[in-house]
């Protein structure tokens, strides 16, 4: 029978003391470990490292970038971690011309703001200041001492309802048109409380109506093309569409030449 080979315990004990002490000391290192990244994570939330170092602002155009960051209510002295995006939208939008607000945290210090303005579609004369009128037909409260240059003045708009009007309708309207406007005025007639008198960049004049103008105006270049070079007078957009040419200095002399010879007559 063969023998079985027999360790004695005295043997084994040096074996489990070293197999003991090798668990014990991977304990204690993901222990100290553990302890490290604690305060670590405690120092780093209490130390300037956590603050916001960069704030990003894309998207605004009439609302300045220094503005929108004061809304946000957020510095280079705030926690990144603290930093609720909801709250920061809802206090952003609470801005009159601002109409959507997107906030993103981007690790490890930087918050990206994106904002969408509300279109400015004219603008009105008042007090030597010109009033910025939105999309919604409402007007800023701050006056600019000249107009913007990207929507035309609305001149004689003081109804609300058809200022309100007017505003759908150009916010409507494609901006390579809106652009050639310089001038609106409300030009209300009997039985046409709803006439318009535009005044362009190239000259010309346009006759129209609030109800229909989004959708007429856009033909404003084709007719256009089809006139004569230098020819100056009223395009009629508001019943069918034709031109009216201005009164020549010639024919204003016929005209009173005429009324003479049937004066003397």
Do not use: C
């Amino acid at each position: 029978m063969e023998e079985r080979k027999v360790v004695s315990i005295e043997d084994r004990i040096p074996k489990l003391k070293q197999t003991r002490r090798k668990k014990a000391n991977r304990r204690l290192i993901l222990y100290l470990t553990i302890l490290f990244i604690l305060i670590a994570t405690v120092v780093y939330l209490q130390s300037p490292l956590s603050n916001v170092r960069n704030i990003s602002v894309e998207g605004q155009y009439h609302v300045s970038e220094e503005e929108i960051i004061e809304l946000a209510g957020i510095t280079t002295d705030t926690n990144y971690w603290k930093v609720d995006e909801e709250e920061l939208k809802n206090q952003i939008e609470s801005h009159k011309e601002i109409t959507f607000v997107s906030v993103d945290r981007s690790f490890p210090n930087t918050v990206k703001i994106e904002v969408e303005e509300s279109e400015r579609i004219g603008y009105v004369q008042q007090d030597g200041g010109f009033y910025a009128i939105l999309e919604d037909g409402s007007k800023l409260d701050d006056a600019t001492s000249v107009q913007g240059g990207d929507a035309p003045i609305l001149v004689g708009f003081n109804k609300e309802t058809y200022l309100k009007e007017m505003s759908k309708e150009l916010k409507d309207l494609p901006a390579s048109v809106s652009h050639l406007i310089s001038e609106i005025h409300w030009d209300p007639k009997d039985g046409n409380p709803y006439q318009i008198m535009l005044y362009m960049n190239d000259g010309f004049q346009v006759e129209a109506s609030i109800r229909s103008f989004s959708t007429k105006m856009p033909s404003y270049p084709s007719i256009v093309s089809q006139l004569d070079e230098g020819a100056e007078g009223v395009i009629h957009i508001d019943v069918g569409a034709y031109f009216e040419e201005f009164p020549t200095e010639e024919s204003n002399a016929a005209e009173e030449e005429e009324s003479t010879d049937e004066a003397e007559g």
